[in-house]
């Protein structure tokens, strides 16, 4: 076995990004895998400056709508598979990779995806919570077929109290919505692991997406929105989550996790 580093970021617009440098950092940290959301981008418009680095495998996934959405998935590791999963993301808004790999014979499914917003209106509601039971039924297929799981990205939800700055204020606000955080709790409850609160407990005050409002990042009122999770059978593997809060550029910030494959 040797341990991995996976980093996720919803970058809030790769093109955005590029012209503050801010994805730089990648050319000095160790990065196995990278799934960036939010790119708002097709493959062909995503700067070739970005970084550096040049990772063996790379599998976008534009939103149908121009200028909206979409994932990025960049990997030093070869998969066996990749895909858009269109059975989850039903009106294409580039919102998933999916990529299968063989670590030391054990099949890994790993996700990158930008789960929606559910605040613009009340069928985007409806939109999100149907897309997240989508795409559980999707992993449990998966699971039975023998795959390990590993899930990164902007999940648009916080789960618990924790994992807001201002849970009081925010009790009716789409994405802490009790609907929205009982099914966090529901597909933690199929078998599936916060791969950072496992490894910190509850420690308070670690967010990953600040409004661009009010100084809400320099007062740090903030929210973990931001996840990775794996599937049970890969707990004792974990060998670290953390949030890299260092990094600027987007209304987000990077968050790691470290595993042992």
């Known amino acids: 076995m040797q341990i991995y580093r996976f980093i996720s970021w919803n970058v809030n617009g790769i093109r955005a990004v590029e012209k503050k440098e801010a994805l730089k950092w990648v050319d000095n940290e160790k990065v196995d895998i990278l799934g960036l959301q939010e ?3 097709e493959e062909n418009q995503i700067p070739k400056t970005i970084f550096e680095k040049e990772f063996s495998f790379k599998h976008i996934n534009p939103c149908s709508i121009k200028g909206r ?3 990025a998935l960049y990997s030093d590791i070869e998969p066996f598979f990749a895909d858009k999963t269109l059975n989850v993301d039903i009106l294409k808004e580039g919102r998933i990779n999916e990529a299968h790999f063989n670590f030391n014979n054990k099949k890994i499914a790993f996700f990158n995806v930008y789960f929606p917003n559910g605040q613009s209106k009340d069928e985007r509601l409806t939109y999100k919570m ?25 999940v648009n939800t916080a789960h618990k109290e924790i994992d807001l700055a201002r849970p009081k204020a925010n009790e009716e606000t ?14 933690l ?9 496992y490894i910190n407990g509850d420690e308070p ?8 409002r009010a100084n809400a990042r320099t007062n ?13 059978d890969l707990k004792d593997n974990i060998n670290d989550a953390y ?5 600027m550029g987007s209304d987000h910030c990077p968050i790691v996790l470290e595993i042992k494959l």
């Open 130 to 154: 149907q897309f997240y039971d989508r795409f559980l039924e999707h992993c449990e297929n998966l699971k039975k077929d023998g795959f390990s799981i590993i899930v990164c990205g902007d």
């Open 69 to 71: 959405s979409g994932t």
């Open 189 to 197: 409850n199929h078998g599936y692991i916060d791969t950072f609160r």
């Open 243 to 247: 949030i890299l809060n260092e990094y």
């Open 220 to 232: 740090n009122v903030g929210w973990r929105i931001d996840y990775f999770y794996v599937s049970e």
């Open 174 to 187: 789409s994405g802490f919505l009790p609907m929205e955080r009982e099914w966090i709790t529901k597909f």
């Open 39 to 41: 790119i708002k981008a």
């Open 205 to 212: 005050h670690n967010y990953s997406w600040w409004s661009y």
